[in-house]
């Protein structure tokens, strides 16, 4: 993807992923220098059916579990990134838009 992302740097307006959450952040990493500045990158489930806001000690299944640790760690990330500024919109599983701002 290095020389497609080099010819493609900032050349999209908008980004939605709805894909391998474990994969996340590594989509982040990539969409942040294709986006513009100024355009968006949308993230789905980022809620993971509420999981995120609950104590690790309640009980849920291995797959709810694991989801729900991507979605801590993606959020976290992209919560300390300077280049973006991210609203959280909590329709169905949560959905998080980054503005890229630089």
Same mark, same amino acid.
């Given at each position: ?10 050349s999209f307006d908008f980004a939605f992923v709805d894909a391998d959450? %474990?994969?996340? %952040?590594?989509?982040?990493? +990539? /969409? ?17 059916? %509420?999981?995120?806001?609950? #104590? ?11 989801? +729900?640790?991507?979605? /801590?760690?993606l959020n976290r990330a992209l919560a300390a990134d300077p280049r ?10 949560? /959905? #998080?838009?980054? +503005? +890229? /701002?630089?």
């Amino acid at each position: 993807m290095g020389i497609v992302q080099e010819e493609m740097h900032g050349s999209f307006d908008f980004a939605f992923v709805d894909a391998d959450k %474990g994969n996340y %952040g590594n989509y982040h990493m +990539r /969409l942040i220098d294709l986006v513009k500045v100024g355009g968006l990158i949308a993230y789905d489930n980022t809620l993971w059916k %509420g999981s995120v806001a609950h #104590t690790p000690e309640i009980l849920m299944s291995e797959g709810m579990r694991s989801g +729900r640790e991507h979605m /801590l760690e993606l959020n976290r990330a992209l919560a300390a990134d300077p280049r973006i500024e991210i609203a959280q919109i909590p329709i169905a599983d949560g /959905l #998080t838009l980054c +503005r +890229r /701002l630089s």
